[in-house]
Structure formats: structure tokens, C-alpha cells
Nanobody, 118 residues
Framework: QVELVESGGGLVQPGGSLRLSCTRS????????LGWFRQAPGKEREFVAA????????TYSDSVKGRFTISKDRANNGVHLQMNSLKSEDTAVYYC???????????WGQGTQVTVSS
């Protein structure tokens, strides 16, 4: 059974916004860390943001801090990623992840494409 399913990707102009969603199946535990990673063409996969479910604390990469916000989706035991002030360098496939330790790389979704272009 697929645990993590991303949605909400698409094409947006520079300066625009998108909201990604990660829907989970199965129970949620307070120890879980839900995160977002991304991979741009020709580059390594990189960390974007994470949320500790029980503590409700968040962590962001320097490249997205102040522009992206990760939040709980309590209805689906998942997370959203609100992305504002998007730049061309944000273009990538975005993956939702889940783990019980840092970094949260234990389980991965299939990814959703985000393209920032005029």
C-alpha cells in the first residue's frame, strides 16, 4: 500500500504561489517527522522542510526559509507545503517523506513536478 501521495504541483510564473499536499494512509504517531525534499534536473535531491508531528516544530532549508511554510493536514494525517514568492530555481520534483528519525527519509512518495517559468 502506498503511504504517501503528493498533489498540487504545476506550472507557475516567478513570484507566484503553489500549495502542495501530501496525503498519508495509515495511522500517525507523535514520533513521526513528515518532510519535503526536491530534486532539480541534474542535481542531487535536497531537503526543503520538515514538521515533527508530536512537537509541531518545523525546520526549513536556508533557500526556502521565509517563503515556504509546512503545516499539518489533520484530516489526512499529512502535510501541506505553501510555497510563495517562487523562483525559477525552485523548479524541481517535490517529494513527500516520512521518518521516525532525522532526516525523515524512511518512506517516499512518487513526487510532483513544480515548474517556475514565465
Amino acid at each position: 500500500q502506498v503511504e504517501l501521495v503528493e498533489s498540487g504541483g504545476g506550472l507557475v510564473q516567478p513570484g507566484g504561489s503553489l500549495r502542495l499536499s501530501c496525503t498519508r494512509s495509515g495511522r500517525i504517531y507523535s514520533s513521526y517527522i513528515l518532510g519535503w525534499f526536491r530534486q532539480a534536473p541534474g542535481k542531487e535531491r535536497e531537503f526543503v522542510a520538515a514538521l515533527r508531528w508530536g512537537a509541531e516544530t518545523t525546520t526549513y532549508s536556508d533557500s526556502v526559509k521565509g517563503r515556504f511554510t509546512i503545516s499539518k493536514d489533520r484530516a489526512n494525517n499529512g502535510v501541506h507545503l505553501q510555497m510563495n514568492s517562487l523562483k525559477s530555481e525552485d523548479t524541481a520534483v517535490y517529494y513527500c517523506t516520512r521518518g521516525s528519525t532525522w532526516p525523515p527519509r524512511q518512506n517516499w512518495g512518487q513526487g510532483t513536478q513544480v515548474t517556475v517559468s514565465s
